[in-house]
């Protein structure tokens, strides 16, 4: 699981989604997050000490152009060059937010794939929570966060040099194998050298996912999640195993078709 709440280009330190049915939507993650005996999440989405992290809006008007994806809000040195290498690159912008100076303070973008992101200045690391959650005893506490974000694409290698540009990640190739055939997934290395997310081939275990930014939180208790996610009607799309049989992550659709990855906290 990634560190939460550092201050880096390449950074991810939070997510969010605008959906209809909001108030169903609301009741399935309420159940699906908050599993295990010391939940991460708490019922209104929140970590489990109250920092938001992952935010479920209402498909209001103002929203009505947004993609139903999660889109992860990604830490860059210029949001307003990085608005411009991605419409250079063929890229979109959907939201584009402005002080009253005209300066830049934030931007939603899709990528060349139909993948939205969002693109936040880079924070100050005086202005982050604790990374143990504010444990007062020194111990690190159970914190929700988003534990990885990956992105599954026909072209992996175009994709990287797109986000390389836009966000100012680096591609560290890693060594794949699907039917016998060589190939290279990527790292996106973030800038303090540490991977900040990862580009994938649709191909071998990724064959198949949409092309959307996939986040993955932790569970307090997959195996209990991945019950409540088809009881409250959404679906497992795939899932993956470890060398024990238990399972280590899944991939999964909420009931109004928007994805993301759940693992073990």
Not at 23 to 30: C, G, K, T
Not at 140 to 162: E, K, M, S, Y
Not at 205 to 232: F, Q, R
Request: net charge negative.
């Amino acid at each position: 699981m990634s560190t939460p709440f550092i201050s880096r280009i390449g950074g991810i330190l939070s997510a969010d989604i605008a959906v209809p049915e909001h108030q169903r939507e609301q009741s399935f993650y309420a159940r699906v997050l908050t599993t295990g005996a010391a939940p991460f999440w708490r019922e209104d989405l929140m970590n489990s000490q109250g920092t938001p992290i992952i935010g479920l809006g209402a498909r209001v008007p103002a929203y009505a152009d947004l993609p139903l994806q999660w889109m992860p809000h990604i830490q860059v040195a210029d949001v307003a060059k990085s608005v411009a290498h991605a419409l250079a690159q063929g890229g979109r912008e959907l939201m584009h937010g402005k002080d009253d100076n005209g300066a830049s303070q934030y931007a939603v973008l899709l990528d060349p794939n139909g993948a939205a992101f969002g693109v936040i200045p880079r924070v100050p690391a005086d202005a982050l929570p604790p990374a143990d959650g504010g444990a007062s005893d020194g111990a690190p506490a159970p914190v929700g966060c988003i534990a990885w974000v990956d992105l599954t694409v026909p072209d992996a290698a175009a994709t990287r040099d797109f986000y390389e540009k836009v966000v100012g990640w680096s591609g560290q190739d890693v060594e794949m194998t699907d039917a016998g055939a060589s190939y290279a997934d990527y790292n996106m290395i973030a800038g303090d050298g540490t991977p900040g997310a990862g580009i994938c081939n649709a191909r071998g275990v990724n064959k198949g996912l949409p092309p959307t930014w996939m986040i993955y939180l932790p569970m307090g208790d997959l195996a209990e999640s991945l019950g409540l996610v088809t009881e409250k009607g959404g679906r497992i799309i795939a899932q993956t195993s470890g060398a024990d049989g238990a399972i280590s992550y899944a991939i999964i659709e909420d009931p109004v078709g928007a994805t993301l990855g759940l693992m073990q906290g």
